[in-house]
């Protein structure tokens, strides 16, 4: 079957530490994306990616990096310089990369928390 | 740019009952809007989705109408159960077509 992949589904990072959350689907979609969702916030977007080795910054890029080296992978490094990292982290793709009216798939999302 | 606001939750009823959960937007246009669901602990999953003005999406007993007149893409079901618990996010797309949520509203329906 067709869809996300996100691992771990728990991760806990040590302070100062570099962790990294993984992201593949197998939907031949063009277009990445990772948002954080903290309780009562929302979504919001850290990083997007609409395609191969291209990506851009969402509205709270700061302590985070990704890379799109394959179509089908997007990882998300959470860094030290990220002082509240503890959220709940999806990922998302769609088939186009723009239009609007494409629906998202998501992943089952990763719990990051702070040791 | 693009946005939707949405009623605060939790929104709590009793099996049966009827659901209503406001979602109001501001858009340049008129893009297509989504209604995303998120049970406990997974992702979010496409609930509906109108594509123009005056369209009625609808899916699971859920509908939802793209007004332009009020600027609204309200969520309703006429009789919600136990398993309609969960975070139901109204959707958009904003800058460069990036899709936008809104806050989410949180379900809770006891037997």
């Known amino acids: 079957d067709g869809g996300i992949t996100q691992s771990p589904k728990y991760l806990f990072r040590k302070e100062g530490q570099n962790v990294t959350l993984s992201c593949e689907q197998n939907l031949n979609h063009d277009a990445m994306y990772w948002y954080r969702q903290d309780p009562g916030q929302g979504l919001r977007l850290i990083y997007y990616?609409?395609?191969?080795?291209?990506?851009q910054k969402g509205d709270i890029a700061e302590g985070y990096s990704v890379s799109r080296e394959k179509k089908e992978s997007f990882p998300l490094t959470v860094t030290s310089a990220q002082k509240n990292p503890t959220a709940f982290y999806l990922c998302?793709?769609?088939?186009?990369?723009?239009?609007?009216?494409?629906?998202?798939?998501f992943g089952s999302g990763t719990q990051l928390s702070v040791l | 740019g693009n946005s939707v606001t949405q009623m605060e939750g939790p929104v709590t009823l009793s099996e049966e009952a009827f659901l209503t959960i406001n979602c109001t937007y501001t858009a340049t246009g008129y893009p297509s809007l989504f209604w995303y669901v998120q049970y406990p602990g997974e992702g979010l999953q496409l609930l509906l989705k109108a594509t123009k003005a005056d369209d009625k999406g609808s899916n699971k007993g859920f509908e939802a109408t793209y007004r332009k007149e009020t600027t609204s893409f309200h969520l309703e079901k006429g009789s919600v159960q136990v398993s309609d618990s969960a975070v139901y996010f109204c959707a958009l797309p904003g800058g460069s077509y990036i899709p936008t949520f809104g806050r989410g509203t949180s379900l809770i329906v006891h037997p």
């Open positions: 998302a793709s769609s088939s186009r990369r723009q239009g609007g009216g494409e629906k998202l798939f």
């Open positions: 990616s609409q395609i191969v080795n291209d990506f």
